[in-house]
C-alpha cells in the first residue's frame, strides 16, 4: 500500500507539472517508481502505475506503425485476450505488462506528436538524475540493504529482492550519448558528464547486474574510447590520452597489489561472477527439457502467457529432473504465466516460435529505426546500436521489465530528437541553398542588364 501511494500521487503530481516536458516527465515518473519500490518493495503494485501514467500522454497524437509494429502489437494483444478470457487473468496481465509493453511503450513514443521534445534535455538533467540516483543509493546502504542472502548470493542494493541502483543509469544512456555526440559539450560540461557517467558506473556495479554492468559499460567505453582516441588528433590530446591511460594503469596495479583480496572479494560478490548464472542456470535447463518435450503445436505457439505450468506433465518432470527433492521445485510447479528469470526462457515457453520470431523482428525494427533515424550521425547511430545489443543480451538475464518502460520510451525520445535535429539541418541546408541560387540569380541579372 506504501509503494502504491507513494506510486499514485507522485506520478499525478508529475503528470500535472511536467506532461508537456516528455522526457523530463518519464524521468520523473521512473523516479518515483524507484522511490516506492525502494521504501516498500512492492514491485507489482507499482508497474501499472508507472506503465499507466508513462503511456497516458502517447496515447495521443499517434503516428503511422510500422508494419513489424502492428504485427507485434495484433498478437501481443491476441494472446492477452485468450490468456485473459480462457487461462489465469492475473498472470495473462502480469506477463503482458513486465514482457510484452516495452516493445509496444517504444512504437508508441517514436513519431508521437506528443512526445515530440521542444526543449531539449542538457547536462543539467543528467546531473538531476546523478543526483537521484545517489540519493537512494545511500539511502539503502544506511538502512541496511546492502547485505548478503541467499536469494541475491552476493552483496548487493536491493530492496526486497529487487535491484534499484542502475536503473536510472540504463534509462538515460542514450541521453548521456546524445548530449555527448550530437551536442558536443566541452570545457567544464564535459568534465561534468564523465563525473556524473563514473558515478552512475558506481551504482550500477553496486546493483549487482550483470546486465546493467554490460550495457553501461559498453556505452560509456564507447564514449571514452571516441573521446581519447577518435575526432581531432592533435599531439597534445594524444599524449594526453597516452598519460591518463598510464596513471588509471598504475592506479589500478597498485590497488590490485595493496588490496587484492578485498577489492577483488568486493567485485566478486557484488556481480557474483564466480557462481555463473546460479538459479538462473536451472531455470534454463527447465526450459529448455520443457520446450524440447512438448507438442509440435506448443512449440510453434507456446502455452499462453498465462497458463499454469503444472497443467503439463513435461514440466513438472523437467523442474524434478533439474531440482530434484530440495523444496524449490514447488515454487516453479505453483506458477502460472511468467516464470524465468530469463526473458527469452519465458517467451520461447509461453509463446513458442511465434512469440520468439516476433521478438527477433522487433530487435531488428529497432536496429533498422537506429540505422535510419541517425543517418547523418555516424558515432551516435554506433552507440545506440550497441546500447540495443547490449538490452537484448541484458534481456537474457533479467527477471521482470520493470524499468524497460522507460528504457525503450527513452530511446524512442532520443531518436525522435535526433530525427528532429536532422531536419532542421536540412532546412537550414535548404535555405542556405535556396539564398545561394537566388544571390546568383541577382547577379546574373545584373550582368545582363548592364
Request: net charge positive.
Amino acid at each position: 500500500m506504501t509503494a502504491f501511494l507513494i506510486g499514485g500521487i507522485g506520478s499525478a503530481m508529475a503528470f500535472l507539472c511536467l506532461r508537456k516536458k516528455f522526457i523530463q516527465y518519464q524521468l520523473a515518473l521512473l523516479v518515483v517508481f524507484l522511490v516506492g519500490l525502494t521504501i516498500s518493495g512492492e514491485l507489482d503494485a507499482t508497474l501499472p502505475i508507472l506503465i499507466v501514467f508513462s503511456l497516458a500522454p502517447a496515447l495521443r497524437g499517434i503516428g503511422r506503425f510500422s508494419r513489424t509494429a502492428i504485427l507485434f502489437i495484433v498478437v501481443s494483444l491476441a494472446y492477452l485476450v485468450y490468456g485473459v478470457l480462457f487461462q489465469n487473468a492475473a498472470a495473462s496481465l502480469v506477463t503482458f505488462l513486465s514482457r510484452l509493453m516495452q516493445f509496444i511503450a517504444f512504437y508508441l513514443v517514436l513519431d508521437n506528436s506528443v512526445a515530440k521534445v521542444k526543449l531539449e534535455p542538457g547536462i543539467a538533467l543528467i546531473v538531476a538524475m546523478t543526483l537521484f540516483e545517489s540519493v537512494i543509493g545511500l539511502y539503502l546502504i544506511k538502512n541496511g540493504s546492502m547485505a548478503a542472502n541467499i536469494e541475491m548470493e552476493g552483496i548487493r542494493l536491493v530492496s526486497n529482492s529487487q535491484p534499484i541502483t542502475g536503473n536510472i543509469a540504463i534509462a538515460i544512456m542514450p541521453l548521456i550519448g546524445y548530449v555527448y555526440y550530437i551536442k558536443k559539450p566541452y570545457g567544464k560540461q564535459l568534465g561534468v558528464l564523465f563525473a556524473c557517467s563514473l558515478i552512475l558506473a558506481f551504482w550500477v556495479v553496486l546493483s549487482g547486474t550483470r546486465g546493467y554492468t554490460l550495457v553501461f559499460g559498453a556505452g560509456l567505453a564507447l564514449i571514452l574510447f571516441d573521446y581519447f582516441f577518435t575526432g581531432d588528433k592533435t599531439r597534445f590530446r594524444v599524449e594526453f590520452a597516452t598519460l591518463i591511460f598510464c596513471l588509471l594503469a598504475i592506479a589500478c596495479l597498485a590497488a590490485a597489489v595493496t588490496m587484492q583480496d578485498q577489492l577483488f572479494a568486493g567485485i566478486d560478490n557484488s556481480l557474483r561472477l564466480s557462481d555463473s548464472l546460479g538459479i538462473r542456470d536451472q531455470e534454463n535447463q527447465v526450459a529448455r527439457l520443457f520446450y524440447l518435450n512438448i507438442s509440435p503445436v506448443n512449440q510453434v505457439f507456446g502455452i499462453g502467457i498465462g497458463e499454469s505450468w503444472s497443467n503439463y506433465s513435461e514440466y513438472v518432470s523437467a523442474v524434478r529432473q533439474v531440482f530434484g527433492a530440495t523444496g524449490v521445485e514447488i515454487r516453479y510447479l505453483g506458477r502460472a504465466g511468467t516464470n524465468f528469470h530469463n526473458f527469452y526462457a519465458n517467451i520461447i515457453c509461453l509463446q513458442g516460435l511465434v512469440g520468439a520470431g516476433l521478438i527477433v523482428l522487433v530487435f531488428g525494427n529497432i536496429l533498422a529505426k537506429v540505422n535510419s533515424y541517425c543517418h547523418g550521425y555516424r558515432k551516435m547511430r554506433r552507440f545506440l546500436v550497441v546500447y540495443v545489443l547490449m538490452i537484448a543480451l541484458m534481456l537474457y538475464f533479467r527477471w521482470s521489465a520493470d524499468c524497460g518502460i522507460t528504457e525503450f520510451i527513452m530511446l524512442a525520445c532520443i531518436l525522435n530528437l535526433i530525427k528532429a535535429q536532422e531536419e532542421h539541418a536540412a532546412t537550414l541546408n535548404s535555405e542556405t541553398l535556396l539564398c545561394r541560387n537566388a544571390t546568383a540569380s541577382n547577379t546574373r541579372r545584373r550582368k545582363t542588364s548592364k
